[in-house]
C-alpha cells in the first residue's frame, strides 16, 4: 500500500525505493506463508511497521537489511497467528473466441507449499540464502542468528525442502459448480464492458482493495472502481482460481497465449460480490502464483 506522505527524508526515501524492493520483499513472504496471496498480506503489514517506525523517529542506515528484518519478523507474527504449519498446509458484447488459445494452468517450479514443512527459522534461511542470494553472513545479520546457526538451519533445510518437494502435489480442490457459475457470469459481463451489470452484483457491504492503491467499501463507492477498467482494453477475463481460491484471470488481449498478468479474487454471498482484491498494480505477485483456468 501507499506510504503516507511526510516531510521525512527517510519516508520519502522508502516511497521511492519501495517500487524496485517491493517484488523481491514479497517473494520472500510469499514463501514465508506458502501463499502469494498471504504473502502480499504480510507484506503490507511490514510497509506499515516500517512507516510507523519512520514516523516515531526511527533512523535508517540501510534500506534493505532493515525492511528485511521487519519482514522476517512479521512473517514469524504470522505465523505463530495459526494453529500450526499442519493447519496452515490445509488450509465487448460476445464471449471472445480466443479463449481457447489460452493456458489451462501455471508451472510454477518452485512451488510455495513445500516450504511449510520447514520451522519458521529454516524457511527464512533457505529464502533469503537460496532464493534471494544472500551469503551465510548476511542472512545471519538480517535474522539476528550466529553463522553456524544459519548454516545448520540451511543444512537442515535444503533437506527436507528436497524430500517435500518430491512427494507435493500443487493442485488444489476445485471450485464449486456455483462458484464457477459465478465467476463466469462476472467475467463475461467484463469482457462485454457490461459495467453496469457488475455493479448490479456488487452487495450493500461490498469491500475492495485495489492492492498498493486503494480501498474502497459500500456498493457506491466501489462502483466507481470500474470507471478507470471501462476506459481500458488491454485485457481479457477468464474465469478460475488462484491457490484454489475463486478469481478471474486477466491474460493480455493481443497475446492470450501468455499467462495471465495478474488477477482479481472475489468471494461472493448468495450470488452477490462480497469482496473484490484486484491485483493489476500487484503483478510480482504473478511469479510464484499457481492458478487455473476454468
Given at each position: 500500500?501507499?506510504?503516507?506522505?511526510?516531510?521525512?527524508?527517510?519516508?520519502?526515501?522508502?516511497?521511492?525505493?519501495?517500487?524496485?524492493?517491493?517484488?523481491?520483499?514479497?517473494?520472500?513472504?510469499?514463501?514465508?506463508?506458502?501463499?502469494?496471496?498471504?504473502?502480499?498480506?504480510?507484506?503490507?503489514?511490514?510497509?506499515?511497521?516500517?512507516?510507523?517506525?519512520?514516523?516515531?523517529?526511527?533512523?535508517?542506515?540501510?534500506?534493505?537489511?532493515?525492511?528485511?528484518?521487519?519482514?522476517?519478523?512479521?512473517?514469524?507474527?504470522?505465523?505463530?497467528?495459526?494453529?500450526?504449519?499442519?493447519?496452515?498446509?490445509?488450509?465487448?458484447?460476445?464471449?471472445?473466441?480466443?479463449?481457447?488459445?489460452?493456458?489451462?494452468?501455471?508451472?510454477?517450479?518452485?512451488?510455495?507449499?513445500?516450504?511449510?514443512?520447514?520451522?519458521?527459522k529454516q524457511r527464512s534461511t533457505v529464502i533469503l540464502r537460496d532464493v534471494l542470494g544472500y551469503s551465510a553472513a548476511e542472512v545471519a545479520?538480517?535474522?539476528?542468528?550466529?553463522?553456524?546457526?544459519?548454516?545448520?538451519?540451511?543444512?537442515?533445510?535444503?533437506?527436507?525442502?528436497k524430500e517435500e518437494r518430491a512427494e507435493d502435489d500443487t493442485r488444489h480442490e476445485p471450485l464449486s459448480p456455483q462458484e464457477k457459475e459465478?465467476?463466469?457470469?462476472?467475467?463475461?459481463?467484463?469482457?462485454?464492458?457490461?459495467?453496469?451489470?457488475?455493479?448490479?452484483?456488487?452487495?450493500?457491504?461490498?469491500?475492495?482493495?485495489?492492492?498498493?492503491?486503494?480501498?474502497?467499501?459500500?456498493?457506491?463507492?466501489?462502483?466507481?472502481?470500474?470507471?478507470?477498467?471501462?476506459?481500458?482494453?488491454?485485457?481479457?477475463?477468464?474465469?478460475?482460481?488462484?491457490?484454489?481460491?475463486?478469481?478471474?484471470?486477466?491474460?493480455?488481449?493481443?497475446?492470450?497465449?501468455?499467462?495471465?498478468?495478474?488477477?482479481?479474487?472475489?468471494?461472493?454471498?448468495?450470488?452477490?460480490?462480497?469482496?473484490?482484491?484486484?491485483?493489476?498494480?500487484?503483478?510480482?505477485?504473478?511469479?510464484?502464483?499457481?492458478?487455473?483456468?476454468?
Amino acid at each position: 500500500m501507499p506510504i503516507e506522505a511526510h516531510d521525512d527524508n527517510s519516508l520519502a526515501g522508502l516511497e521511492t525505493a519501495l517500487p524496485a524492493l517491493r517484488p523481491e520483499l514479497h517473494r520472500y513472504c510469499a514463501r514465508m506463508t506458502g501463499s502469494v496471496i498471504d504473502g502480499e498480506d504480510v507484506l503490507q503489514d511490514t510497509l506499515l511497521a516500517a512507516s510507523r517506525a519512520i514516523r516515531q523517529g526511527t533512523v535508517v542506515d540501510d534500506l534493505r537489511p532493515w525492511l528485511f528484518r521487519i519482514a522476517h519478523n512479521t512473517a514469524l507474527n504470522h505465523h505463530r497467528s495459526r494453529k500450526s504449519d499442519g493447519a496452515m498446509k490445509d488450509d465487448f458484447r460476445r464471449q471472445p473466441q480466443s479463449f481457447i488459445e489460452m493456458p489451462t494452468r501455471s508451472d510454477v517450479a518452485d512451488a510455495l507449499r513445500p516450504y511449510l514443512r520447514l520451522t519458521p527459522k529454516q524457511r527464512s534461511t533457505v529464502i533469503l540464502r537460496d532464493v534471494l542470494g544472500y551469503s551465510a553472513a548476511e542472512v545471519a545479520t538480517l535474522t539476528e542468528s550466529s553463522v553456524d546457526s544459519v548454516k545448520s538451519a540451511l543444512h537442515r533445510g535444503r533437506s527436507l525442502l528436497k524430500e517435500e518437494r518430491a512427494e507435493d502435489d500443487t493442485r488444489h480442490e476445485p471450485l464449486s459448480p456455483q462458484e464457477k457459475e459465478r465467476l463466469a457470469v462476472y467475467a463475461a459481463h467484463f469482457n462485454a464492458h457490461d459495467f453496469d451489470r457488475l455493479r448490479e452484483m456488487l452487495s450493500a457491504e461490498v469491500r475492495l482493495e485495489l492492492v498498493d492503491r486503494d480501498r474502497r467499501t459500500g456498493r457506491e463507492r466501489v462502483g466507481g472502481y470500474y470507471k478507470n477498467y471501462s476506459k481500458q482494453t488491454d485485457w481479457l477475463m477468464a474465469p478460475g482460481s488462484v491457490e484454489g481460491r475463486p478469481a478471474i484471470l486477466a491474460f493480455d488481449r493481443d497475446d492470450p497465449g501468455g499467462p495471465p498478468s495478474y488477477f482479481v479474487l472475489l468471494t461472493f454471498d448468495e450470488g452477490a460480490v462480497l469482496t473484490i482484491r484486484d491485483f493489476r498494480y500487484a503483478r510480482y505477485v504473478m511469479t510464484d502464483a499457481t492458478w487455473e483456468r476454468d
